[in-house]
């Protein structure tokens, strides 16, 4: 009997041990990061990475007095590794630095042109580090990026970055990428990596449109830090890094990265503006969405990859300029091949860059794979250097599902 009671003491003691709290810390001594800033730096071997800290509420906000505009304070450390910039952020604060409320890494451009692959690979190990961290590429330099970030809203640091990253569905000019998606397309074969585009915008109104719009089509397409305004937060979230490797290659534009998302399934909706089939001077606005996942067809002939992708597409006509009754079947039928055959042009396009750049970022890789029975096989296939030489056509199929709230557009007098 007494034996039984000391092993019940024994395990209850044991209980209240491993079930104690010994290593938690309070929350008010910790110093939360939200953002991180790689670049490369001036000296060889180094990189530059900057962290950025929230200001809680009750300091940067009406209660402390403090600029109302600024939710962040950042600094900068050149270092070898991220590891060091770790231990020396320590030494700035008394509190305890954590980096597991970070919502996204920015990555500074000549730095991922250079290759991230080394800067990458230790943050996936890192317990503090999560895999849903958005990484995105900063045109310039990660660091500017922060510090002429203004905001101008209320709320937190991490709430601001994870909210403009999330709202990428609404248009698709620009699409988020976790940590965890961009090492998976690293190491993976079957394809190429791509990120968010971030740029401060010079806000001179100049009109720096990225290239000869398709006929048919009424909107310009800008890259990063291009777009003509004036006003509000100079930082802004527009098109996308292509990676072949751990490299960057180029750029995409605000519709070249709304059409990798419709290529991919990930588009949600948007606006998009023709030109009136029968009135050109005219434009014509439709909702677009996408109906339903992508089909893709895949064979390999003769050693040649050969691909067939249908993308399915949803609209709502919102504005009629011209009055002409699109609503009638033969108008609207009209109306839809006009918006099937300019999209499917620009992906045409798209595709062939893709393939010039040796980066197949659609994912085309990930149809093929299932071809051969082993992955031995698959890898020995060397799906990257097929990849230019693949034979790749798009369709596009457009129905027009709504005319808004108008069921018959009276003409012009």
């Known amino acids: 009997m007494y034996r039984r009671l000391t092993v019940i003491f024994l395990l209850l003691i044991s209980v209240l041990i491993c079930g104690g709290c010994n290593g938690a810390r309070e929350p008010d001594d910790q110093g939360y990061t939200v953002a991180i800033g790689v670049d490369k730096s001036a000296k060889k071997g180094m990189i530059d990475v900057t962290y950025v800290g929230a200001i809680p509420v009750t300091v940067g906000g009406e209660g402390g007095g403090g600029d109302k505009s600024k939710i962040s304070t950042e600094v900068t450390f050149t270092v070898p590794s991220l590891a060091e910039a770790r231990n020396l952020l320590n030494s700035l604060t008394f509190f305890i630095p954590t980096l597991t409320h970070v919502k996204v890494l920015v990555i500074g451009e000549e730095l991922a042109r250079q290759g991230i692959g080394d800067v990458i690979g230790p943050l996936t190990r890192f317990r503090e580090f999560r895999g849903s961290n958005y990484i995105v590429v900063a045109k310039g330099q990660a660091r500017d990026f922060f510090k002429k970030n203004k905001p101008g809203i209320p709320g937190t640091a991490s709430r601001?970055?994870?909210?403009?990253?999330?709202?990428?569905?609404?248009?698709?000019?620009?699409?988020?990428?976790?940590?965890?998606?961009?090492?998976?397309?690293?190491k993976?074969?079957?394809?190429?990596?791509?990120?968010?585009?971030?740029?401060?915008?010079?806000?001179?109104m100049e009109n720096l449109v990225a290239r000869s719009k398709t006929p048919g089509e009424k909107t310009e397409e800008y890259y990063a830090g291009d777009l003509p305004r004036a006003g509000s937060n100079p930082v802004e979230f527009l098109g996308a890094a292509m990676f072949r490797g751990d490299k960057m290659v180029g750029m995409l534009t605000t519709g070249e990265t709304r059409l990798l998302a419709m290529l991919t399934g990930k588009y949600?909706?948007?606006y998009v503006t023709v030109e009136d089939p029968l009135a050109p001077k005219h434009g014509i606005n439709i909702n677009?969405?996408?109906?339903?996942?992508?089909?893709?067809?895949?064979?390999?002939?003769?050693?040649?990859?050969?691909?067939?992708?249908?993308?399915?597409?949803?609209?709502?006509?919102?504005?009629?300029?011209?009055?002409?009754?699109?609503?009638k079947a033969e108008y609207k039928e009209l109306l839809e091949e006009q918006i099937a055959q300019i999209i499917k042009q620009e992906m045409t396009d798209l595709v062939a860059?893709?393939?010039?750049?040796?980066?197949?970022?659609?994912?085309f890789g990930y149809r093929f794979r299932n071809k051969f029975q082993t992955m031995p096989e698959w890898v020995a296939y060397a799906w990257t250097d097929k990849f230019p030489q693949a034979e790749i056509t798009v369709e596009v199929?457009?129905?027009?599902?709504?005319?808004?709230l108008m069921w018959r557009s009276v003409p012009k007098q």
Not at 163 to 180: D, G, K, P, V, W
Not at 297 to 314: C, M, N, S, Y
Not at 353 to 363: C, K, M, N, P, S
């Open 288 to 327: 677009i969405r996408q109906g339903e996942k992508p089909d893709y067809k895949t064979q390999i002939v003769d050693g040649r990859p050969v691909a067939q992708v249908t993308v399915h597409l949803e609209g709502e006509i919102t504005s009629i300029p011209s009055g002409i009754n699109y609503e």
């Open 268 to 270: 949600n909706r948007s």
């Open 188 to 204: 993976e074969p079957e394809g190429a990596g791509y990120t968010t585009m971030v740029a401060v915008n010079p806000q001179t």
């Open 353 to 363: 860059r893709t393939q010039e750049e040796g980066a197949d970022i659609v994912g």
């Open 160 to 186: 601001y970055y994870e909210s403009m990253m999330e709202s990428s569905s609404e248009t698709s000019y620009f699409l988020n990428t976790t940590l965890h998606e961009f090492y998976q397309r690293l």
């Open 397 to 404: 199929e457009c129905k027009l599902r709504r005319t808004g």
